[in-house]
């Protein structure tokens, strides 16, 4: 008798201890796949599309027959490629819904002497989880802010480093939040990994505990903080750092000097409708006689302006604003974690 598929909450709760495949085409793992999993496909993303097209027009034995002709060579190869891969471990197979590829992948498996469970209802149900899983969401958060160059990012990092829960929001987007936040960064992940990466960060944490997180705009870059997540974070109480002006600066021009100054150029161009014609041509100036330090401050006061305007508006039940005379990362976040904050529920 073979196991009886795993839910989604069952699959990910073992996942960590096996190796995952996830037999779907390029293309659908590209678009979004669980954290950790291998890229397993049983078809190329064209065999793929000739299977489906024959299913559609000739019917499911005419694609059964097509598929079994696409794999056979292949399977010696799937075998061989899975006890690499898993180096001991269990296996752990899936498909889009838990149908005819991750089955005829579990039987291959198997027939080889593997350990191997399944995903009830693929892919997609682990998606399911993951948007349901959102709107249950309860978090003891505390939102991290500041005008930018406070060196918010590098303050939640010392959280952590003092043992403190996180969730580093830009470290998942691979964004920094504004127009200069690809820069220096690894390509965005879809929308769609985006929230799988969240989720299994959020997954990771301790609800009794509190979870500090760094002020975002609900878009980060081209990614977007899931509606459910986004309203708790907008209930949280905000802490507001705030730094000496000279320290803002020097982080700035940490992050930026150095790296390629086309694409700090194609940055300001970004926001130039709203820097405004005379402030653009300036930075631009200052750039090209790599004068960091005063296109940086421009930059400053744009974002300034912009951060002020959220905070006007922003319906944090409690804001509180701490003024630093430094800008240590360390220190700032040592304190912060002396601050009180009433338990949420």
């Excluded at 989604?8 to 096996?18: D, V």
């Excluded at 796949?33 to 489906?52: C, M, N, Q, W, Y």
């Excluded at 590829?101 to 002497?113: P, Q």
């Excluded at 504004?178 to 879809?190: M, V």
């Amino acid at each position: 008798m073979q196991p009886v598929p795993l839910t989604p909450s069952e699959f990910l709760t073992i996942a960590h201890e096996r190796v995952v495949l996830d037999v779907r085409s390029p293309g659908e793992y590209a678009q979004g796949h669980i954290p950790g999993a291998e890229s397993f496909p049983l078809f190329t993303d064209e065999e793929r599309a000739k299977v489906g097209t024959a299913y559609k027009q000739q019917g499911r034995d005419v694609a059964f027959t097509l598929g079994l002709r696409f794999v056979g060579p292949k399977m010696e190869g799937f075998v061989k490629t899975a006890r690499r891969l898993a180096n001991g471990r269990d296996v752990a197979v899936h498909c889009w819904r838990g149908g005819q590829r991750s089955g005829s992948m579990a039987w291959l498996l198997r027939s080889a002497g593997m350990n191997v469970v399944t995903l009830a209802g693929g892919y997609k149900a682990y998606r399911q989880e993951v948007l349901n899983g959102f709107e249950r969401i309860r978090m003891n958060a505390i939102v991290v802010g500041g005008k930018t160059g406070s060196g918010k990012t590098k303050v939640i990092r010392a959280l952590h480093d003092l043992g403190e829960q996180i969730i580093d929001l830009e470290a998942i987007a691979h964004h920094k939040g504004s127009a200069f936040g690809t820069i220096g960064e690894a390509p965005q992940p879809t929308v769609e990994q985006f929230e799988n990466d969240l989720y299994t960060a959020f997954c990771g944490i301790d609800p009794a505990r509190r979870v500090w997180l760094e002020n975002e705009s609900r878009s980060i870059g081209r990614v977007f903080i899931p509606d459910a997540f986004w309203r708790q974070m907008k209930a949280s109480p905000l802490v507001n750092i705030q730094i000496p002006d000279a320290d803002r600066l020097q982080n700035l021009l940490d992050d930026y000097v150095g790296t390629d100054k086309q694409e700090l150029i194609a940055a300001f161009m970004k926001i130039d409708k709203k820097l405004g014609g005379q402030h653009l041509k300036a930075a631009l100036e200052a750039l090209e006689q790599d004068d960091y330090a005063t296109a940086a401050m421009i930059a400053l006061k744009y974002y300034d302006k912009t951060y002020q305007h959220c905070l006007d508006v922003n319906a944090s039940p409690d804001i509180r604003n701490i003024d630093f005379e430094h800008g240590r990362p360390m220190d700032i976040a040592q304190m912060l974690t002396t601050l009180d904050f009433p338990q949420q529920t």
